[in-house]
């Protein structure tokens, strides 16, 4: 029994469809669209939204094919198009509105705190999060997006990007409280 390597075959079959075969092109889509929705998901609330700048991420995927390098992953550079193509339709559907205070003491602190919480019920705390606050926060905290890289990408200056990091975990994190001092008095 000969033994083939996941990421030689993933090659053979990137290699294929950057020659344009269609049925290479449909495994990688099969195999990346749910992590993919995913990403979208997390910044877009409405999944059909999200599937829609999915799958328009992926023909930029396809077209843009050829620029792979074989260098890093190719999961890693599909889902830096995703996150391009979800802040894109934010921005373009006008969704967005970054709050142009500054918070001037502005510290990193790490948001350590055991919950209570199911990983739906944090994903719907996100979804209420205001456009800006949660752009930012995804891209910082679940992508690892430097705040000099949002700044650039969301074209907002870093103290813009900090400030909006800092609001979100601020409201995350009273929102959070809340809802665990409810579960407990339930208990």
């Known amino acids: 029994m000969k033994i083939i390597s996941l990421y030689e075959?993933?090659?053979?079959?990137?290699?294929?469809?950057i020659k344009g075969n269609r049925n290479a092109q449909r495994i990688l889509y099969e195999k990346h669209s749910p992590k993919m929705l995913s990403v979208c998901r997390?910044?877009?609330?409405?999944?059909?939204?999200?599937?829609?700048?999915?799958?328009?991420?992926?023909?930029?995927?396809?077209?843009?094919?050829?620029?792979?390098?074989?260098e890093g992953s190719f999961e890693g550079w599909i889902r830096r198009i995703m996150v391009r193509e979800a802040v894109s339709y934010l921005r373009k559907n006008q969704f967005v509105v970054f709050d142009s205070e500054k918070i001037e003491s502005y510290t990193e602190e790490v948001m350590y705190h055991e919950s209570l919480l199911q990983?739906?019920?944090?994903?719907?705390?996100?979804?209420?999060?205001?456009?800006?606050?949660?752009m930012v926060f995804v891209l910082y905290a679940v992508e690892g997006y430097k705040h000099?890289?949002?700044?650039?990408?969301?074209?907002i200056s870093e103290s813009t990007s900090k400030s909006q990091l800092f609001k979100a975990r601020q409201f995350l994190q009273q929102r959070i409280s809340s809802l665990e001092i409810k579960k407990k008095t339930k208990s």
């Open 119 to 134: 990983v739906e019920e944090v994903q719907k705390l996100i979804d209420t999060l205001p456009e800006g606050y949660k």
């Open 9 to 17: 075959n993933e090659k053979v079959t990137l290699r294929k469809a």
């Open 148 to 155: 000099r890289e949002i700044a650039e990408l969301l074209q």
């Open 42 to 70: 997390q910044y877009i609330k409405d999944v059909h939204f999200a599937e829609d700048v999915m799958i328009s991420g992926f023909v930029k995927v396809f077209k843009g094919l050829h620029s792979f390098r074989f």
